[in-house]
């Protein structure tokens, strides 16, 4: 009978522990892996809604940079690629664009280059065709084109 209920109680204490460890892997307190542009400390809740934030830019779902099962994965070569454009878009905001003099009022003052400005909720951006007519490029080159605002 005393033996029954130890069983009973070890089997317990170790359905209880299963549960904690279970609850701490996935918990927003554990820290990312494999970060390598993105902050080391970046909060569970920021990484959360700059990894949506992806995912809406380029209609993607997780899978397309990630390996599934395995978030800190580099066996996908997507997630490569999406490193080198969040260090591209940093750097056009902090080179560049802040570099810009803006009037007083002027709203594009408080613009950013993100995922967005180029993908527009395509995995690969479209390109714009752009055509100029023969006439168009003549008068360009000899200097006729007046500058619009």
Known sequence: MINN???KVFVGAMMALLVIVSV??????TPPKNL????KDISHDS?????KFYNVSLKV???YCHVKGSKESDANPLKDVTRKMIVMTDEMNSKYLKTITHQPNDTTALQLVTCNTCHRGEAKPKVPAITISKEEHKEHKEGKEEHKD
């Open 5 to 7: 209920q130890r069983n």
């Open 24 to 29: 701490a892997a996935i918990s927003p307190n």
């Open 36 to 39: 390598k542009v993105l902050p």
């Open 47 to 51: 990484l959360e809604y700059l990894m």
């Open 61 to 63: 779902k997780c899978g």
